[in-house]
């Protein structure tokens, strides 16, 4: 008998048997994508506040757009006004207006925050002067030490280093970790930034985790906070949830979008097909 054949037939070698073997992917239920979800967003906000009371220096916080993360982090400096000093900063930041930034909000009890400004990860000098201002070390000094003299709003000539005793709070919507696997030119760096933070995804990847996202956000009362009732709520998320594929997005903008063409009256879905769909 040929090697390699048992007597009651062909003989099934482990890699064979792994090759035939088919793995079926179980989806998670609703249910569990919501507890997820909230242990995401709930880490968030008391990352958030940590990093605010000064507690923690660093955070990144990143995931999708729309899904509320800015909207947690900016109730939690409100909820703070007048003990801290936060400073929010959206769109282009250069070096050294960067390094303005971080000099103005140099003392403890300042808190930055970039939200929508991740021009600052796609260039090398900022990146180093932010790495400084994150360390982890007990005294993070930055350094300026260009030919370029810059001046602070009252015309005071800016030194060439300081100590940096603020915090910071990223929000971004670039996943660190998929740049770094992903080979990304500026990848040692962003592998920088997450060894000297807490680095926060939110756990927003496939469009039942969107869904689930709107439905948990809705049901705090997003829409009655702007006059709407439980069955215009439930209407609204239904129509998200029919369409879910042909939608321009999936967002809290959209919700707020397609509440605004039913607070127009008519035939709200009709208008909704028309501009927020592909």
């Not at 179980?26 to 507890?35: C, G, I, K, T, W």
């Not at 916080?61 to 899904?67: E, F, L, T, Y």
């Not at 670039?174 to 080979?183: C, K, P, S």
């Not at 997005?249 to 509440?259: D, F, Q």
């Amino acid at each position: 008998m040929p090697r390699g054949v048992a007597k009651s037939g062909v003989r099934m070698t482990a890699r064979r048997r792994a090759a035939n073997t088919v793995v079926e992917f179980q989806r998670p239920s609703d249910a569990e994508v919501l507890v997820r979800l909230n242990d995401s967003f709930d880490a968030m906000n008391t990352m958030a506040l940590a990093t605010c009371l000064g507690v923690n220096k660093t955070l990144i916080i990143s995931g999708p757009a729309g899904v509320g993360k800015s909207y947690g982090v900016m109730k939690t400096l409100d909820d703070l006004e007048g003990q801290k000093l936060g400073t929010v900063i959206k769109g282009y930041v250069r070096p050294t207006g960067l390094y303005k930034l971080l000099y103005e909000n140099r003392h403890e009890d300042c808190v930055l925050v970039f939200d929508d400004a991740d021009s600052i990860f796609a260039d090398d000098v900022s990146l180093n002067l932010l790495k400084a201002a994150c360390d982890m070390t007990r005294t993070r000094r930055l350094s300026w030490l260009s030919e370029t003299k810059m001046e602070d709003e009252d015309g005071e000539r800016l030194p060439r280093s300081f100590e940096f005793e603020g915090s910071i709070i990223f929000i971004t919507n670039y996943d660190f970790d998929d740049l770094i696997d992903r080979g990304n030119r500026l990848a040692p760096h962003f592998q920088a930034l997450i060894s000297r933070s807490h680095y926060l995804d939110v756990g927003i990847k496939t469009k039942q985790d969107y869904v689930v996202r709107l439905r948990q956000v809705v049901s705090r009362g997003m829409l009655r906070e702007e006059g709407f009732t439980a069955e215009q709520e439930q209407d609204i998320l239904a129509f998200i949830e029919r369409h879910q594929d042909d939608l321009r997005e999936l967002s809290l903008r959209m919700v707020l979008k397609i509440a605004g063409l039913m607070r127009m009256g008519g035939d709200w879905e009709k208008l909704a097909r028309a501009t927020c769909m592909r």
